[in-house]
């Protein structure tokens, strides 16, 4: 090899180097801001459908703990309910019981003794 050869050799290596360097810069510049955005666009419709879902689950629960909810206040309603019926019977139970004792203490009152 000719010094002039080896020259030429290192003047294209030099060339390709440089050239290679434009060309990578270039396309990470070109592609760089265009991965931004769309992983921005990514990341965004993530959120959005995260959101969604997490609204959707939610609306779905709240349904679900008003009925169980209402179905609880129904059935304390209901127990409520019989309480106080309950109570009812027992208030007309004792009243039935006091006038029947008063009775039986008016009667041995008016009664002549033996």
Do not use: C
């Not at 290596?13 to 990514?42: D, K, N, Q």
């Not at 006038?99 to 009152?109: E, Y």
């Amino acid at each position: 090899m000719t010094a002039e050869t080896q020259g030429q050799r290192r003047y294209g290596f030099v060339i390709g180097l440089v050239t290679g360097t434009l060309v990578g810069a270039g396309l990470t510049a070109w592609l760089a801001p265009r991965a931004a955005s769309e992983l921005r666009a990514r990341v965004t419709d993530s959120a959005r459908r995260v959101r969604r879902e997490a609204s959707g689950r939610y609306q779905v629960t709240s349904a679900r703990v008003d009925e169980a909810v209402d179905a609880l206040a129904r059935k304390g309603r209901g127990v409520r309910n019989d309480v106080a019926d309950a109570i009812v019977r027992g208030a007309h139970e004792v009243e039935r019981h006091a006038k029947a004792a008063k009775g039986d203490v008016d009667g041995a009152k008016q009664a002549p003794p033996v």
